[in-house]
């Protein structure tokens, strides 16, 4: 492999797009949240096409599969073509979900619930917030 073959995962995960700078790209493998084949990567491990990683941020799980090498971070119509999202569906929707919990809003003006008010939400609610 000549020298320009030769990429960091760092790099290509900031090229991508998937982090928005480099270093933090750096930090995510070095915390762990980069996984290849079930294992930890380093930022110096040498990305491949064909290899599928692992890329957990926040709560978001992605999988992707690198198609092309990027070697400079270009705009995002051009990154989206270097890798192929494989995420299972189900996982793409998990968190999702949280995002859009119900939320109940009182008029501006109403003053506090009742007792009365509160067994209505929470039978709104049907006990979701409900501690043990």
């Known amino acids: 492999m000549t020298e320009q073959e030769k990429l960091r995962i760092d790099k290509y995960l900031w090229a991508i797009r998937l982090f928005k700078t480099r270093s933090l790209a750096t930090e995510a493998c070095k915390a762990g949240r980069i996984k290849l084949n079930g294992q930890n990567v380093k930022p110096s491990a040498v990305v491949k096409p064909g290899d599928v990683y ?3 941020k926040g709560i978001e ?14 705009e995002s119509k051009i990154a989206v073509t270097k890798y192929k999202d494989i995420t299972p569906v189900e996982e793409t929707h998990a968190f999702k979900s949280m995002f859009h919990a119900p939320t109940l809003r009182r008029d501006r003006g109403t ?8 067994r ?12 043990d």
């Open 54 to 56: 692992q890329v957990s």
């Open 120 to 131: 209505e939400t929470d039978d709104l609610l049907g006990g979701m917030f409900e501690e």
């Open 61 to 74: 799980k992605k999988v992707i599969e690198v198609v092309e090498l990027l070697y400079n971070r270009v």
């Open 111 to 118: 003053g506090r619930p009742t007792k009365k008010d509160r």
